[in-house]
């Protein structure tokens, strides 16, 4: 007999940049995610629409395409899944409060900082 293995857990990767969301991608597919990717806020808003309750881990960008930033989405995700780890990038100073719980990180930030927040957001 087989042994059952649970479901991969779920991270949503919203970046605007190809290469930061490929490489975003790749860190977490290795971590054992699958990962959903998005350009935009509104790609974002659409995903979390359907499935924010199986997603566990989101990293977005402050600055995306459209017109809702990586902040906003945040709130709006956070109220759609309270027990979401989020973590929000910039190469710039954050303007903007985020939602309690939700971390803040500056550009450049190392794979390993991927690594162990996917790590984390999978024992949560």
């Known amino acids: 007999m087989g042994q059952s293995r649970p479901f991969p857990a779920t ?48 990293l977005t960008d402050v600055q995306l395409a459209g017109r809702m930033n990586g902040v906003e989405l945040a709130h709006l995700a956070k109220g759609r899944n309270p027990r979401l780890d989020i973590v929000v990038t910039s190469g710039r100073p954050l303007m903007q409060p985020l939602p309690d719980g939700a971390k803040f990180w500056a550009k450049p930030w190392a794979p390993l900082d991927v690594l162990r927040e996917a790590e984390l957001a999978q024992l949560a």
Do not use: T
Not at 21 to 32: Q, V
């Open 11 to 58: 991270a949503l990767v919203v970046e605007d940049d190809p290469m930061q969301r490929e490489m975003l991608s790749l860190l977490l597919e290795e971590s054992g995610y699958q990962v959903i990717q998005c350009e935009s806020a509104e790609a974002a808003e659409r995903v979390l629409e359907k499935s924010a309750g199986a997603i566990c881990l989101m």
